[in-house]
């Protein structure tokens, strides 16, 4: 059996951000060039996202398993400790996103885009639930699991930056505010992925982080 590359052809990595991350980018830009609309977010949205998410990563699935990828390379172990590991992930994220919020939301602006987006959410408990652990798992794959192995070879700058710049392209509706504080988001994620390798804790706290702002 193959195992994947920890640096594949750049065709398969443009291929695959392609996959994952294409119709967000493209939205998020489209958003940022409209002047931030509010998108209201209900039920029937996050169940078309969830829909979305799920056919976007059975297809690079294909494409990853034509590349020699198998099941036991998605390092996906969950047990409490890593769920507690990911908990304190969380709690870390939202002392980053207070300061964030309190030290330059006021000089860059931004803080209404993330404020309105709240107040147009109104999703049930259930879908709430289901929207953040497909969205914590599908994200979290594809921007630790693939994109810093992908570039693990070239160091922890190139890696983590490919990362965070795509993870930020993805976000751009949020805001200036809301993308630096995803920036933040992801680099205590990344950091952490690169140090220890473990892919649960970091999905664990991006699913917690999604329900936390969707409830």
């Known amino acids: 059996m193959r195992g994947p590359r920890s640096s594949p052809e750049p065709w398969e990595a443009a291929l695959v951000t392609i996959i994952f991350a294409g119709w967000f980018i493209v939205a998020s830009a489209q958003s940022m060039f409209a002047g931030f609309p509010t998108p209201k977010l209900t039920d029937q949205a996050a169940l078309g996202m969830v829909l979305f998410e799920c056919i976007a990563f059975a297809i690079a699935a ?40 309190v030290l330059i939301g006021s000089t860059i602006g931004g803080t209404d885009v993330l404020l309105n987006f709240a107040l147009a959410t109104s999703l ?20 630790c699991r693939y994109l810093v192995e992908a570039f693990a070879k070239a160091g922890a700058a190139v890696a983590l930056g490919v990362s965070a710049l795509v993870r930020v ?30 892919l ?16």
């Open 200 to 215: 649960w804790p970091v999905m664990f706290a991006h699913i917690a982080a999604d329900f936390a702002a969707f409830v």
């Open 124 to 143: 049930s408990l259930p879908v709430a639930l289901i929207l953040s652990v497909v969205n914590g798992m599908f994200e979290e794959f594809f921007l």
């Open 169 to 198: 392209m993805c976000h751009l509706y949020q805001g200036p505010v809301g993308a630096v504080s995803i920036l933040g988001f992801g680099l205590i994620l990344t950091l952490f992925y690169w140090r220890y390798r473990e």
């Open 62 to 101: 294909a494409v990853l398993y034509a590349r020699g990828w198998r099941l036991d390379d998605l390092r996906f172990r969950i047990t409490p400790s890593r769920s507690i590991v990911g908990l304190v992930l969380f709690g870390i994220t939202c002392v980053i996103h207070f300061a964030v919020w």
